[in-house]
C-alpha cells in the first residue's frame, strides 16, 4: 500500500465526528456567509496567535495580495522575497500591481538571508523598495529580528508569509505576530487545513486591520456603499466551522509533527542524506521535512517502486518559471542557493497520522537506498 506524502483525508477522518457536527450546524443555521462561524474563528485563532486581530479571508493568495493593499502597496513599488516559495508569493504581489525583487536564501533554512537582504539595502538599484515578505518556509521561521531591525532601519513594511508555519514560534513569539501583517493559508494539506480554500490576516496595527476588512468585502463600511476599491474575498461559514474544530488541535498534530521529525532524524543520521536543521531560537513545526541529495531524482525513483510517495517543493525556482522568467529583477548576489537547493530537495512523508511504523519503513529503504 502507497505511503502517501501528505494526506489531508487523514486529517479528516481523525476528526470527522466533530467536523460533520459543525458541518450540519452550518446547514441548519441557513447562514453561509459572514456569520457565526466566521467571527469565532477570527476570535479563536486570534486568541491563539495572541494578537489583536485576525481577518479571514477566500486562500492564502488573496491573504498576502489585500494585506499588501492595506500597507498601500501598488504600482511603482517594489517588494523583496525569495524565489524559493510557492508561487503564491510572488503572484500576490503582482496582483496588488507592485512588482517583485528577490534575495537569496539561507541555505541551512531555506528563508530569507537576512545577510544578502542587508547587502541590496545598502546599494539599492531599486528606488521604491516598500514593504518586505519573508517566508516561513517549511514550517521554519525566518531570521525575524535581522530582518525587522533592516526593515525599520530603511522604512519598510513587513508581511510574514506564514501559508507553511501555523504554531511556529521564533524566540518563543509566535510567527505572525512580528511583522506589520501577517497571511495565512488554510489549504487542506496546511497544519491547520480547511476542506477547501481559505486563508487569514493578522496584525497587531487596528488601522490596516480595519483596511483589510474593508478590502475583503468591496471597501463596505456599510452596505452596497464602497469606501475604497476592494474586492471579494471571504471565508465561507462552513470552512470557518471546520476550521474552528482543527485548531483545537492544531498544538498536539504540530507536536505529533515534530516527533516524526525527530524519529526521522534518528533512523536517518548515519545516511548520506542531508536532514534539516532547526535553529536554537526556533520551533519548526515541520509542514514538511525536506531533505536534501545529490541523487534527488533516483532517489524518489527508487522510493515510488516501493510505494513511498514524495514531493519535490519546490522543483523551479519562480525566477526560471517561464511567467516570470528574464523579468524579475534579483540581488547583486545572485540566487546560487535557491539554483542549487532546486535539484536536490525531497519532500519526505510527514503528516500527524503518519505511524512510527511507516516512518520505519520509510528509513529501512533510505537506508538502503543510501548503500547502492
Known amino acids: 500500500m502507497l505511503i502517501p506524502q501528505t494526506d489531508p483525508k487523514a486529517s479528516y477522518l481523525a476528526h470527522k465526528a466533530e467536523i460533520d457536527a459543525a458541518i450540519a450546524e452550518v446547514l441548519a443555521s441557513g447562514w453561509y456567509i459572514l456569520g457565526q462561524q466566521v467571527t469565532a474563528f477570527e476570535q479563536e485563532f486570534a486568541a491563539y496567535l495572541s494578537i489583536s486581530d485576525v481577518i479571514s479571508v477566500a486562500n492564502g493568495t488573496d491573504a498576502l495580495h489585500l494585506a499588501l493593499r492595506a500597507c498601500g502597496v501598488g504600482p511603482g513599488d517594489t517588494v523583496i522575497t525569495v524565489a524559493h516559495t510557492a508561487v503564491a508569493t510572488v503572484a500576490a504581489i503582482e496582483l496588488a500591481g507592485a512588482t517583485p525583487f528577490f534575495v537569496d536564501i539561507d541555505p541551512v533554512t531555506f528563508t530569507l538571508d537576512p545577510h544578502l537582504l542587508a547587502e541590496t539595502l545598502k546599494n539599492p538599484r531599486e528606488k521604491r523598495f516598500k514593504a518586505l515578505i519573508p517566508v516561513h518556509l517549511y514550517g521554519h521561521p525566518a531570521q525575524l529580528t535581522a530582518i525587522l531591525e533592516l526593515a525599520k532601519r530603511y522604512d519598510l513594511f513587513v508581511i510574514e508569509d506564514c501559508a507553511q508555519a501555523h504554531g511556529a514560534t521564533f524566540q518563543n513569539k509566535t510567527v505572525g505576530t512580528w511583522g506589520d501583517l501577517a ?109 536534501r541529495s545529490k541523487q534527488r531524482d533516483d532517489l524518489r525513483a527508487f522510493l515510488k517502486a516501493n510505494s513511498v510517495g514524495t514531493l519535490i517543493h519546490y522543483p523551479v525556482p519562480i525566477h526560471l518559471q517561464p511567467a516570470y522568467q528574464n523579468r524579475i529583477a534579483i540581488g547583486d548576489s545572485g540566487l546560487g542557493y535557491t539554483e542549487q537547493i532546486a535539484q536536490e530537495i525531497v519532500s519526505l512523508p510527514i503528516y500527524p497520522q503518519l505511524t512510527n511504523e511507516q516512518i520505519q519503513q520509510i528509513a529501512i529503504l533510505l537506508q538502503s537506498f543510501s548503500m547502492i
Open 183 to 291: 497571511a495565512f493559508s488554510f489549504y487542506p494539506t496546511k497544519n491547520l487545513g480547511a476542506l477547501g480554500d481559505g486563508g487569514a490576516i493578522a496584525t497587531n496595527n487596528p488601522h490596516l486591520a480595519e483596511k483589510a476588512r474593508l478590502l475583503r468585502e468591496y471597501g463596505w463600511q456599510e452596505r452596497y456603499i464602497s469606501t475604497c476599491a476592494g474586492t471579494n474575498s471571504r471565508l465561507d461559514e462552513l470552512q470557518a466551522a471546520i476550521l474552528r474544530v482543527k485548531l483545537r488541535y492544531l498544538a498536539s498534530e504540530n507536536a505529533r509533527r515534530q516527533e516524526i521529525a525527530a524519529l526521522y532524524n534518528v533512523l536517518l543520521a548515519e545516511t548520506a542524506l542531508n536532514l534539516p536543521q532547526s535553529q536554537a531560537d526556533c520551533s519548526h513545526v515541520y509542514h514538511q521535512y525536506v531533505i
